[in-house]
C-alpha cells in the first residue's frame, strides 16, 4: 500500500464511520472500497462499525443481519490478527457480507432472494492462537493517544471481568456472566490487533477460545476454569500496567514468561488437559459465616476496609459485597471468589440469587478535561453576572420587572455554580481504604502488631486534592509502621503500652480546610537525633538547644534527611518526606507535626477545600483589592490604636474574649504600600489551625463569589497569595492564601 493511499484510505474511512450516517451500509460499502488490508486502523473502524450495526439489528430478519455481521467480523479479525491464508478472499467474504445488508436493509429483499453465504450461522472452530509469536516485541509505531485509551479500557473490561468471575463462583451457569467474560477478551483482542499488540492481541485471543467452549456448552465453567480466568486476567491487567506507563515498549522477560505459562494453563483447559497447577487452598470456613466473617479470618481484609465497604454496600445497594471489596477496597478478586468458593461448599443448596431488584443509579464517565473547561465556563458566567450586577447602567435602571428576573437569573447562576463545584467533589474514601490494605501489608511485612482505625472517609474533597493526596499518604502511613511504631511488642510493654500499636487516619473539615491526620501511638520523634543529624548536614550552627519543637521537626522534609539507623525497603533513605511535603504545597496545603516522646506523632495535613470557585471577602489596603476566603475569617471588627497593646516588645495585639491576637499590617506586604497606624480602621481576623491573627485593612468592599486563576509560572510561588481572580468591575485581585500569609508575617509585627 502506497503512503498516499493509506492517507486516503485513513481519512475517509473516519468520516464516513465515526459520524452520524443515516445510510450506515452505504457506508460500508464505499469504506470497503477504500479500505486496504494492510491497514489495521481502518479495518479497525470497519470491525466496529459491523458490531453497532449487528447488535442493534431489529425486525423480521434480525437474525441474519446479525449473523452477516458476525461473519464479516470475522473475517476482518483473521485479516487483524495475521491468520488469512488469503486475505484478498476474506475481503470479498466482507463484501458479500455487505450485498446481502444491502438487499436486506435498504431494497427490502428476503433472505430467499439474496446470495446469502452457504455457512452462515456455521459454527466453524475457532483457530488456536499462535503460542510461539508470544515473545514480546517493541511496536514502534504505537499511537500514545490510543495507547492510552486502549489501556484505559481494557482495564475497565478486566475489572469487569473480575465481577463476572465472582457471579461465576455462585452460580457457574449463569449465560450473562459467560458472555460478558467473553466479550472482555474478544474486545481487548479486536483493538490490541489493530494497534499491532501483537502480544496482547494472542494472549486474549487464546483466553477468549476457552471462554467460547464454555459459551456453547463444549467446555464446562467449573472451579478449574475460573481459576486459570482469573489467572488470566492477573497476568493481563499487569501488561496493561506496563503498557500504561511504557507505551509500545516490549514487557520484561520475567512478564512475557509469565504470560506464556498462563496462556498453556488456557491451552491445556480448553482441550482438557491438566496443567500441573495444584488448585488454590480454599480458606477455612464454617457452616453459616458470611462472606466478611470468611475473608476476616483469612486476614485477607482488615475490620476497618470491610467496615468501609459494607457502609459503600449499603449506599451502593444493589452491589454485592464481593464486588464493593473489589471496586472499592482494592482487595484482589481470586481472594474474594475462593471465600465465595469456600462459602459454596458449606451452603444448603438454595443459591442466593445472583440478580438484584433493587435499582442502580446510572452514572456517566466524563474525561476530567471536560469537566474542567465546564467548571471554567461557569466561572466564566458567575464573572459576566457579576459585572453585569454592578455596571452603573443597570443600577440606573428602576424596574420592578428587570429587578425580578435580575434575582431570578443570580439564583439560576448560584444553582449552577454549587452544582458545577459539586461535580468535582468526591469523597475521600477510596483512598482511605487503599490505605487500610497498604497499613496492614507493611505491618505483616514488618512484623508488627498494628491495628488501624480510620475516621471520617466521607469527607469530600476537590477531585484535583484526592488524586494527588494518595502518594503523600502513602510515604506517611509507611513511616508511622517502620519508623514510628516500636519494633517489638516488649517495647510497648515495657513502655506500658499495650503490645499492640494503633495507627489512626482521620479526615474533617475545619473553615475553608480539610485536615487529614496520620496519628501513631509509637515512640515519637526523637528530637536529639534529628537535631545531631541536622548538625551533621549544617542545618544548624549551634546544638540548637533553643530550637522550639515544630522548627526541629520541620527537618525531617530536608530532601536527603534520615535518622534510620538501617535502611529498609521502605525508609532510611532519606527521600520521601521531602516529596510529601513537595506535593502538599503544590496543593496549596501544609503539614504539622505534634510529635512527644514515648506517646506518639501526629501529622496534619491541611487542604483547600475547592480549587475552583471559592466566597471571598474583598478589603482594600494602599488602593489595592484584596480576597480573603471567607472561611477563613472569624470576624471582621472596627479598630483604634487606643485598642491595642504592645506585648512584651513583640508588637501589637489584641484581646478579644479572652485571647491575645497578634495584629499585622497588610499594608507593609502590598507594593508601594507604606504603614501607617493613624489610618487603621478594621481588622479581619483570621483563623488557620490552630493559629489566628488579625490583619488591618484599610476598607470593606463586601463579599463575592470569585473564580481563582492562575498567576502564571512568574507570580506562582508568591508568598501569601493563592491565585488571582476577576472582579464585578473587571480588575484582577489577588486572593490570599491565609496559611502562606500567616507564615511570612510571623516575624515581622504590626507598626505601634
Known sequence: MTEGRADVSHSSLESLLTGDNLDPVGALSEALV????????ALGFLHLRFKDIGESAAGDYAGDVAALCAMAQAALERIIMGEAKDSAAEMARV????????GLLCEGRTPHELPMPADLGGNAPAAKPDLDAMQEVDVPDADPGLTADFVRESVEHLEYADVRLLALETEPSDSESINGLFRAFHTIKGVAGFLGFKTIQTFAHGTENMLDLVRQGTLAMDTHIIDVAFAAVDVLRRRMQWAATHGGQAAPDDLAVELRAVLDRVEAAAEGRPDGVPAPALPTAEPGMRLGDILLASGTVHRDTLDCAVRAQDEARARPLGETLVKESGIPAKEVGLALRSQKLLR????????????????????????????????????????IFQSRELKGISSPFLAKQMVSLDKITRDLQKMGTSLRMIPIRPVFQKMAKLLRDQAKKSGKQVEFQCFGDDTELDKTVVDKIGDPLVHMVRNSVDHGIEAKPADRIAAGKPAQAKVVLRAFQKG??????????????????????????????????TLPDHEVWAFIFEAGFSTAEQVTDVSGRG???????????????????????GEGTTFSIWLPLTMAIIDGMIVKVRGQRLIFPTLSILRIVPLTPEETRTFLERGEMVLMQGELIPLFNLAEYVPGGQADAGERALAVIVECGSRKAGLLVDELLGQQQVVIKGLGESLKHLPGVSG?????DGTVGMILDVDGLLQSLKAVPAAA
Open 512 to 545: 475553608g480546610s480539610v485536615c487529614i491526620q496520620i496519628q501513631d501511638d509509637g515512640r515519637g520523634l526523637n528530637r536529639e537525633a534529628i537535631l545531631r543529624k541536622a548538625r551533621e548536614r549544617g542545618l544548624i550552627a549551634d546544638d540548637g538547644a
Open 348 to 387: 444448603d443448596t438454595q443459591v442466593a440469587p445472583v440478580a438484584q431488584v433493587a435499582a442502580v443509579k446510572e452514572t456517566v464517565k466524563v474525561e476530567a478535561d471536560r469537566l474542567d473547561r465546564l467548571l471554567d465556563a461557569i466561572g466564566e458566567l458567575v464573572i459576566a453576572e457579576t459585572m
Open 34 to 41: 477504500l479500505a486496504e488490508v494492510s491497514d489495521l486502523q
Open 575 to 597: 527521600v520521601g518526606m521531602d516529596v510529601v511535603r513537595r506535593n502538599i504545597e503544590e496543593l496549596r496545603g501544609r503539614i504539622d507535626i505534634d510529635s512527644r516522646a
Open 724 to 728: 488571582g481572580a476577576i472582579l464585578s
Open 95 to 102: 463484501g458479500d457480507c455487505v450485498v446481502c445488508l444491502q
